[in-house]
């Protein structure tokens, strides 16, 4: 079996808490031995040696929110497509939204997608299954049979689910196989009708606003349906700081919580809106500096478990219209590393619980084997430079989609070296990534 | 059986199986025994009720339930009038309890009601002079099917105390399934509830049986394996997501089965959904399934619920409400 190791590195494992120089041994497509002493007698003899310069070396990034458009929508994205951006943004799991077409409520979907992505991906590509039929909001969906065909959790991806009792019993079921249920938090009587956060930008724009107390009630609601099921729960992208203190009271009462915030939540705020930029017109939508600050703060304190990109390619006709009659979602794959590394540089997020929160607790919430380096794990790895300066071209992604706010925007570290179970599947190096050019 | 049978039967009516003790679950058992020799006879007819009138006043529409009470009443010399909602004046509009004062006037012995709404019989039986039997009320009790499952399983394993008995599937619904918790709790056997939390009532628990959402760790070295009906409207989604997944998780097959004692039981109170909660083959087996000899021992249940109810008639008083 094919050996490769990985000399010369800065191991950064989360879930350990191991931060130190260091070198990684991987056989085949698992990770067989690593270790800050591991190499000191120089690497055996038989295996390929990948010199890290240094650089830090941590389990690829899982990310557990993304639309991947196919099937049914690949004039905006594919498996194909987003994998490749998936892999040059140091992600090695992506987690795929059922809001296609058809929907993802079926296990044979679920199969299909699975099928798609091994033949098509470079990446791993799990599904969350829808958590009611058609994401009509009335019935649930076979949840037992849509897990065993391999959905890692359920969501209507973002549809918020607004019937309560509906919402109920399903978690209620989900107990049953621990299934966790991940849900668009808002609620939808609230927020219908809303282009952006409402408030003086607002006001001064003209648009009509989505309150954050969408947010917190829709999230409330499920707090409190989460305390009487006692079901898994995963508020799977907030934007407020009213959110963020309602976590804070539900992790206190020892509820099975988490949460997860987009890269653009704690990047930008509402005046990144601009003059009706609609590359900015998100859901939910970009919020007040307050809410921003409060992303920041949650995600040092732990209360906001993950980062994730929430990835949502939009094709030029979706977004060049005006404001109010343009699609929603942000591209955020290639963006996430970068993004979430602005944190480290200034200093508002340690690198370890930075790392953590797109690697060791995604694959806990989501119970896959990766997300660690330990003996017998997966190879999912990926090497970053953290420190050097490049711009965002947007034009150079490698998503179909181009529905980005951060085109031009200048940012710290990259994803060197991507590697999904042992193989490498992106070398910024040696595919002139335009970080490196 | 080490609980000795009580010498008389206490109770005016028979509306539920909860507060009843050991001891007068076991007379009713015992006289069940008698009947159940005497149905196999030639002659099953018997002289105890000569005289006595017999309605059966059904609410919810009911096949075997209310044939078995029917022959019950008759095997006992009985006469017997089936009311049935479609015929009656409650499609006029007519309540309850003004049903109930009318039928008083007729002067019957016997009520033998079934009503959609938990209570309904037990608020017609405080407004009547006869015996009430409940044939069973919402989602409250149906004393005489639990009767009837344990009879059963006596004849079958020689005692109820310290079996394991698993109750699987709709309990939330379920009044067979309250009414077999507190008769088999009293008589010292282990119940446990299978089912997914949205098919389990609030705190089920406190009745005293076991809850369990997994169907091999609720079976494990089980007794008597008693699955429940499952109402086709509330398998799209609603309470559990679809009929193939139920059947996968919580559909009793020989897989599922195999965590029981081999010698297992399989019981159901009727009517089957085969393919949603019972493999057609399990169903059929003729080895392990009871569920033919459940509904003969029905009609036995039903005659000695009747004699023991029959003992207690008061002597008849001027016409109206007690």
């Not at chain 1, 099975?256 to 939540?265: E, T």
């Not at chain 2, 195999?258 to 169903?283: C, F, Q, T, Y």
Request: glycine residues 8%; charged residues 25%; neutral net charge.
């Amino acid at each position: 079996m094919k050996r490769r190791a990985y000399v010369n590195a800065r191991l950064l494992d989360p879930a350990s808490g191991l931060d130190a120089p260091g070198g990684l041994l991987v056989e085949g497509d698992k990770i067989v031995d690593l270790g800050p002493r591991l190499f000191n007698d120089g690497a055996p003899a038989e295996a390929e040696v990948r010199d890290c310069g240094g650089h830090l070396l941590a389990p690829g990034l899982i990310d557990m929110r993304a639309y991947l458009r196919e099937p049914g929508q690949e004039h905006k994205e594919t498996i194909a497509s987003a994998t490749r951006a998936a892999a040059a943004g140091g992600i090695t799991t992506v987690v795929a939204m059922p809001n296609t077409k058809p929907i993802i409520d079926e296990p044979a979907m679920v199969e299909f997608l699975a099928k798609r992505a091994r033949e098509r991906g470079v990446v791993r590509v799990h599904t969350m299954a829808a958590l009611t039929r058609g994401l009509d909001g009335k019935d649930m969906t076979e949840m037992g049979l849509l897990a065993e065909a391999g959905a890692v959790g359920f969501t209507d991806g973002d549809h918020a689910v607004a019937n309560s009792r509906l919402l109920l019993r399903a978690m209620s079921y989900a107990t049953t196989f621990d299934f966790l249920i991940a849900n668009h938090v808002e609620d939808p009587t609230l927020s219908e009708g809303g282009q952006m956060n409402s408030g003086e930008v607002a006001t001064r724009l003209g648009l009509s606003g989505l309150p954050w107390i969408a947010e917190a009630i829709g999230l409330e609601r499920d707090l409190r349906l989460v305390e009487y099921t006692r079901c898994r729960y995963h508020a799977a992208g907030i934007s407020t700081g009213e959110a963020v203190e309602a976590l804070a009271r539900a992790k206190a009462k020892g509820l099975a919580v988490s949460a997860a915030v987009a890269p653009h939540h704690f990047a930008l705020n509402e005046t990144a809106l601009g003059e009706y930029r609609t590359f900015a017109k998100v859901s939910p939508p970009l919020r007040s500096e307050a809410d921003r600050r409060a992303m920041v703060e949650g995600l040092r304190t732990g209360v906001i478990d993950v980062i994730a990109s929430n990835h949502a390619p939009q094709d030029q006709e979706g977004k060049r219209q005006p404001f109010a009659q343009a699609r929603t979602g942000i591209i955020g794959f290639e963006t996430l590393l970068p993004l979430a590394l602005e944190l480290f540089h200034g200093g508002h997020v340690a690198l370890l619980d930075l790392f953590r929160a797109m690697t060791a607790t995604p694959a806990k919430l989501l119970k896959l084997p990766t997300g660690r380096l330990v003996k017998g794990a997966p190879a999912d790895l990926v090497l970053v430079d953290l420190t050097r300066p490049w711009r965002f071209d947007v034009d150079r992604f490698r998503s179909k989609s181009k529905n980005s706010p951060f085109d031009g925007r200048a940012v710290q570290g990259h994803a060197l070296l991507t590697v999904v179970g042992g193989k490498i599947v992106f070398d910024a190096v040696k595919e002139r990534s335009h970080a490196y050019v | 059986m080490n609980v000795a049978a009580a010498a008389v039967f206490p109770h005016r009516h028979l509306l539920g199986t909860e507060g009843l003790s050991a001891g007068e679950i076991v007379l009713l058992l015992d006289r069940a025994e008698g009947y159940v020799e005497q149905n196999r006879q030639v002659d099953k007819k018997q002289a105890l009720l000569r005289g006595r009138t017999q309605i059966n006043l059904f609410y919810e529409n009911s096949t075997r339930t209310r044939t078995s009470f029917e022959l019950a009443g008759k095997r006992l010399g009985a006469d017997v009038i089936n009311m049935s909602v479609a015929t009656s004046s409650i499609k006029k509009g007519e309540t309850l309890i003004d049903t109930a004062m009318t039928l008083t006037a007729m002067r019957p012995d016997v009520l033998v009601v079934r009503h959609t709404d938990s209570g309904a019989v037990e608020l017609l039986s405080q407004k009547v002079d006869c015996a009430v039997i409940n044939a069973g009320d919402g989602s409250h009790e149906h004393p005489t099917q639990a009767l009837l499952d344990a009879l059963t399983i006596r004849r079958r394993k020689g005692r109820l105390q310290g079996l394991i008995v698993a109750i699987c599937g709709d309990i939330l619904h379920s009044r067979v399934a309250r009414s077999n918790i507190h008769l088999l709790s009293t008589m010292g056997a282990t119940v446990r509830v299978v089912a997914p939390p949205t098919l389990l009532p609030p705190q089920v628990a406190r009745l005293g049986v076991e809850v369990h959402h997994d169907m091999r760790a609720g079976l494990k070295d089980a007794d008597i394996v008693m699955m429940l009906r499952l109402q086709l409207e509330r398998m799209n989604g609603a309470f559990v997501p679809s009929i193939r997944e139920y059947f996968r998780f919580y559909g009793l097959d020989y897989e599922k089965l195999a965590s029981a004692k081999p010698d297992a039981l399989i019981m159901h109170p009727g009517p089957m959904n085969r393919g949603v909660e019972i493999d057609p083959e399990v169903a059929d087996d003729i080895d392990r399934s009871v569920i033919r000899e459940q509904v003969e021992m029905g009609v036995a249940v039903r005659m000695a619920v009747l004699d023991v109810l029959s003992r207690n008639l008061p002597n008849l008083g001027p016409v109206g409400p007690k």
